[in-house]
Nanobody
Framework: VQLQACGGGLVHPGGSLRLSCAASGRTFSRYFMGWFRQAPGKEREFVAAINWSGGSTYYADSVQGRFTISRDNAKNTVYLQMNTLKPEDTAFYYC??????????????????WGQGTQVTVSS
């Protein structure tokens, strides 16, 4: 599957952005989808994930209550709605996919397919 992320940009603290990740190539609904981010000089970290149906979602503690992951299988797209953004949310954001086998995947090494990333900058 090929993944294409978009929606990043520059936003003031407290603002919002919605990232999108469009998938092509294989049946999107078979995939467990995740969002990760990587800031300069730091390791890639888990942000949020969603199972194949959208019925189960998972969040890093740092974004819980501020970010919402969702998916539209008819549009082959996963979204990350980011509200109340903070400067520490600044990073490159990546979407990733893995065959959904019923387990929860929050580590980058568990994912098979990656998008190219989109930059999110939170600054005044």
């Amino acid at each position: 599957v090929q993944l294409q992320a978009c929606g990043g940009g520059l936003v003031h603290p407290g603002g919002s952005l919605r990232l999108s990740c469009a998938a092509s190539g294989r049946t999107f609904s078979r995939y467990f989808m995740g969002w990760f981010r990587q800031a300069p000089g730091k390791e890639r970290e888990f942000v949020a994930a969603i199972n194949w149906s959208g019925g189960s979602t998972y969040y890093a503690d740092s974004v819980q209550g501020r970010f919402t992951i969702s998916r539209d299988n008819a549009k082959n797209t996963v979204y990350l709605q980011m509200n109340t953004l903070k400067p520490e949310d600044t990073a490159f954001y990546y979407c990733a996919a893995k065959d959904d086998t019923g387990f929860t995947y929050t580590r980058a090494v568990q994912y098979t397919y990656w998008g190219q990333g989109t930059q999110v900058t939170v600054s005044s």
